[in-house]
């Protein structure tokens, strides 16, 4: 390890250690491209954890945002804007329900699942069931939903109702939604696990808990936090897969940086919060909803998602294609990809990429996550896959050296 950078040193010395030293101080960013404080570049196949789909410097991200600084800031919620307005509009459109649907606009995705939670809380039943290994966020009611003992352990007790089954296990949760269905309040589940290394279920797995949760009158709720806004080349994930959940919570990408949440519920769960029920003072703010519909319109004018699909098949393929001992699997969908390792080697991967001027995140020591900005050329995803090869064994020497 080199010695540490001035802006680390400036980490270390002022700010609480909840995720380590960073690895890099980036001081820059255009298209795909960032720059850390030596000036050296790397192509961005993280994208801010899955949150700048226009990449950096977006013209149409610039322009909206400082038209809006420039019209009207912030207001709060005792007043709506034309920014809000839209961008509601717009997402109960995309979401196609034949049911009335409403957005609740919030700050993140933890926030969003919050609102899913208390929500659910409505239905008047208690309990909720959720994927082991999946993750919702880690305020304490998006904690409580997180499958993961370890996160969750130091911060007991959790809100109370919440259990935990398999990933693409139905019958085990049938057999706990028939232990006592008329009191079980919802099912939240990510149509696909992103923290827990891009896990893929069954083609028909959402579909089963739909027609589950429907029977029982139980809420499907869909954390789309990390799926939605096209990552998998579809607005949602999960109504691509034809199914139309009751609740479903969007943030990371939505603003294409921008911190921004939304929860969008139909049917009767669009009706649940009455005046007092939540509150935000910056949710739905001006300069995110604009920051938003440039999002959208940009996805919609430039068929982003078309390219999204062509992008992600293009990587996948051409990376299955080398047939690397090291790789053990490759899936995923769109720009949502998880490379299963045959070893669990992902810190090292993630340093030799960094070598080779490329951001990779290791989601699980053995899982690398690649989820670059939805704008990403084919190119760069040629350049990505043609330095696989030499990263992956720099990692396996390093990590050898180590051990
Ligand atoms: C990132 C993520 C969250 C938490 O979002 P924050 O904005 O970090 O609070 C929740 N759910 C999923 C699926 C995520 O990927």
């Known amino acids: 390890m080199t010695s540490a950078s001035p802006l680390q040193q400036s980490w270390t010395n002022t700010m609480m250690n909840a995720y380590g030293t960073p690895v890099l101080g980036l001081v820059r960013g255009k298209g795909c491209i960032v720059e850390d404080e030596n000036g050296k570049e790397y192509l961005d196949l993280l994208s801010g954890i899955a949150v700048n789909c226009l990449g950096h410097q977006h013209p149409a991200i610039i ?10 800031g912030h207001t709060s919620n005792f007043f709506v804007h034309p920014p809000e307005a839209h961008l509601a509009e717009r997402l109960v459109t995309a979401f196609g329900s034949d049911q009335p649907t409403r957005v609740f606009f919030c700050n993140s995705g933890a926030e969003a699942n ?20 999946g993750f919702h966020g880690r305020t304490m009611g998006s904690l ?58 069954d083609d028909d797995y ?67 919060f009455q005046p007092g029920s939540h509150g935000t003072t910056f949710g739905g703010n001006p300069y995110s909803c604009a920051a938003g519909n440039a999002v959208l319109d940009t996805i919609e004018a430039e068929k982003l998602s078309d390219h999204v699909r062509e992008m992600g098949e293009r990587f996948m393929s051409s990376l299955a294609a080398l047939h690397l001992p090291l790789v053990a699997e490759i899936r995923g969908r769109g720009l949502l990809i998880g490379v299963e390792l045959a070893e669990a080697i992902g810190p090292f991967v993630e340093q030799a990429a960094r070598d080779a001027g490329f951001i990779i995140n290791a989601a699980r020591p053995n899982v690398l ?17 043609a330095a696989f090869p030499g990263i992956l064994d720099a990692a396996f020497h390093a990590a050898a050296a180590q051990s």
């Open 369 to 385: 996550r690649i989820a670059p900005p939805l704008i990403i050329s084919g190119e760069q995803i040629d350049q990505a896959v």
């Open 114 to 133: 919050e609102i899913a939670f208390k929500l659910s809380r409505l239905t008047g039943r208690r309990r909720i069931f959720t994927h082991l290994d």
């Open 206 to 272: 959402l579909q089963k808990i739909r027609d589950l949760t429907s029977h029982y009158g139980i809420l499907m709720i869909c954390d789309e936090v990390q799926t939605g806004v096209y990552r998998t080349g579809d607005m949602f994930c999960s109504r691509a897969q034809g199914v139309v959940p009751d609740v479903v919570t969007l943030a990371k990408g939505l603003a294409g940086g921008f911190p921004i949440g939304a929860v969008l519920a139909t049917g009767p769960a669009a009706g649940f």
């Open 63 to 72: 322009e909206a945002v400082t038209d809006q600084l420039h019209t009207l």
């Open 144 to 201: 409580a939903l997180t499958g993961q003992e370890k996160k969750r352990a130091p911060f007991e007790p959790m809100p109370a109702g919440v259990e935990y089954f398999p990933f693409n296990d139905f019958a085990a949760l049938q057999a706990l939604v028939e232990k006592d269905p008329e009191n079980t309040a919802a099912v939240i589940i990510e149509p696909i696990m992103g923290e827990a290394g891009v896990m893929v279920p």
